[in-house]
C-alpha cells in the first residue's frame, strides 16, 4: 500500500525556518515525481514546489522562489522541503504527492499527483 506521511509543521515567528519531511511506505520515492503543496482557510490548494524522480529537475513557486529548497534522501525514502525567511502568507495546511508517469520532470498542477499525504500545518506568527 503506498503511504506518504509528512511531518514537521509547527508553529514559527516571522523571519524563520521549518523542514517539512515526506517519507514513503510501501514504493521506492525516487521513481516518483514528488510535489509540495498548500492550502490556507478559504483558498485553493496551490502547487509550492516539486522535485522530479531520479534526480530529475526542480520547480517553485514564485512567491517561495531563493527561501524554499527541495531536496531527496533516497537513503530514508524521503523528500524535505526547507523553508527559510517564513512569512506569514505562507501559513497553511502542507502537503506531500507523488506521480509516477512524470518521469525526471516536475510539474506544480495537484490534478497531476495521484497519491497524497494527510498534510501537516505550518503557521507563521509572531
Known amino acids: 500500500q503506498l503511504q506518504l506521511v509528512e511531518s514537521g509543521g509547527g508553529l514559527v515567528q516571522p523571519g524563520g525556518s521549518l523542514r517539512l519531511s515526506c517519507a514513503a511506505s510501501g514504493f521506492t520515492l525516487d521513481y516518483y515525481t514528488i510535489g509540495w503543496f498548500r492550502q490556507a482557510p478559504g483558498k485553493e490548494r496551490e502547487g509550492v514546489s516539486c522535485?522530479?524522480?531520479?534526480?530529475?529537475?526542480?520547480d517553485y513557486v514564485d512567491s517561495v522562489k531563493g527561501r524554499f529548497t527541495v531536496s531527496r534522501d533516497n537513503a530514508k525514502n524521503t523528500v524535505y522541503l526547507q523553508m527559510n525567511s517564513l512569512k506569514p502568507e505562507d501559513t497553511a495546511v502542507y502537503y506531500c504527492?507523488?506521480?509516477?508517469?512524470?518521469?525526471?520532470?516536475?510539474?506544480?498542477?495537484?490534478?497531476?499527483?495521484?497519491?497524497w499525504g494527510q498534510g501537516t500545518q505550518v503557521t507563521v506568527s509572531s
Open positions: 504527492a507523488a506521480n509516477a508517469r512524470l518521469i525526471g520532470l516536475c510539474v506544480l498542477s495537484k490534478f497531476d499527483y495521484d497519491y
Open positions: 522535485i522530479g524522480s531520479r534526480g530529475g529537475s526542480t
